[in-house]
């Protein structure tokens, strides 16, 4: 089984693959799109649902520290609703609080200079977010 982590944002959306034991979530891309072009979003992520055989797709909620959802977290699952409607797959929501300042930190422990952090950030998240949903699964955690 195949998994598809996404890293929702108001501009872009961060896409991460397992491999197929369901082990090891790997960066695929950053899907740059325009609100009022939101369908460009779907039709690309539904090529690439095609290209890695994907039968499950996690999208990172946001949560507050406090465990509330807030107005960024209402998005992201308005958002899995729609793939779940568009798509026929089933979607999970995985808690993503502090994902993106984890890549963040990874990538400057990296060495990544800052312009091409801003490039691969939301695909670094995405990789977080599904490794930690993987994890969760592999060791029998929520």
């Known amino acids: 089984m195949r998994l598809m982590g996404l890293d929702y944002g108001t501009k872009t959306v961060g896409i991460a693959v397992s491999d197929a034991l369901g082990l090891t979530a790997q960066g695929i891309e950053t899907i740059h799109y325009a609100q009022h072009k939101r369908h460009e979003l779907f039709r690309r992520i539904a090529e690439l649902i095609e290209e890695y055989e994907v039968d ?8 507050n520290m406090n465990g509330t959802i807030g107005e960024r977290g209402e998005d992201c699952q308005s958002f899995a609703k729609q793939l779940k409607k568009r798509f026929g797959l089933p979607v999970e929501m995985s808690d993503e609080r502090l994902t993106t300042m984890e890549a963040e930190r990874r990538l400057v422990e990296a060495d990544v200079s800052r312009g091409k952090r801003k490039k691969v950030i939301d695909k670094m998240a995405a990789v977080l977010i599904l490794q930690n949903y993987l994890d969760r699964q592999k060791f029998g955690g929520n």
């Open 56 to 63: 499950l797709l996690i999208v990172g909620l946001p949560k």
